[in-house]
Structures are given as structure tokens and as C-alpha cells.
Nanobody, 119 residues
Framework: QVQLVESGGGLVQPGGSLRLSCAAS????????MGWYRQAPGKERELVAA???????NYADSVKGRFTISRDNAKNTVHLQMNSVKPEDTAVYYC?????????????WGQGTQVTVSS
């Protein structure tokens, strides 16, 4: 199991910026994908951004050009830089990590961090 600790959520005004971070720890052999999902009230959880260990990225269409995902492989940390935020970005953001263990590949989730975009 991978332990994920998120930080950086909070209240931000429309058009502002916020940076989320997620640090992974555990007895895994290697870290594969890391990324972020979000879930707004009454909606399904959706992928926001993902980053493979090789550096490939995947973004939701709604955040392309505004959000940037980055990763520190040495520290097993992933960041989400959120710029030009909109009220519709309001959601609980969940970090995830897919890691390889001797027993197989498993995905773990963070506890979630609230992001509220409001004036």
C-alpha cells in the first residue's frame, strides 16, 4: 500500500492560482503513474491530470492550458499547478498513485483536499 499525503487546497478567487502537492511513501518497488482526480458535489469522480514515470501527461479537456502536472521522481511527489481557476473547478481533489510491489501493481488514493473557487 502507498501512503499519500496531499496539501495545498483551499479557497481561491476566480482567475487565481493554487498549487496542490501529494507525497507518496511506502515499500513499493517502483512508482508508475501519479495524478489527480476530482469530484464535485453530485458529480462522478473525473480525471484531472496524470503523469507517467516516463513523463507522458494526460489532461482533462476542461483544464488543458490552465493546469500543469509535474513530478519529482526522486521524492515520489506530484504537483498540480492550477492557474486561471474557475468556479467549476470547485471540487475535492484526490491524488492517486499506481505503484509496483512484489505482489503486483496497485493503485492508492489520498484522502482528498477541498478546492473552492469563489469570490
Amino acid at each position: 500500500q502507498v501512503q499519500l499525503v496531499e496539501s495545498g487546497g483551499g479557497l481561491v478567487q476566480p482567475g487565481g492560482s493554487l498549487r496542490l502537492s501529494c507525497a507518496a511513501s511506502g515499500r513499493f518497488l517502483s512508482m508508475n503513474d501519479m495524478g489527480w482526480y476530482r469530484q464535485a458535489p453530485g458529480k462522478e469522480r473525473e480525471l484531472v491530470a496524470a503523469l507517467t514515470s516516463g513523463g507522458s501527461t494526460n489532461y482533462a479537456d476542461s483544464v488543458k492550458g490552465r493546469f500543469t502536472i509535474s513530478r519529482d521522481n526522486a521524492k515520489n511527489t506530484v504537483h498540480l499547478q492550477m492557474n486561471s481557476v474557475k468556479p467549476e473547478d470547485t471540487a475535492v481533489y484526490y491524488c492517486y498513485a499506481r505503484a509496483t510491489f512484489y505482489s503486483g501493481v496497485y493503485r492508492s488514493w489520498g484522502q482528498g483536499t477541498q478546492v473552492t473557487v469563489s469570490s
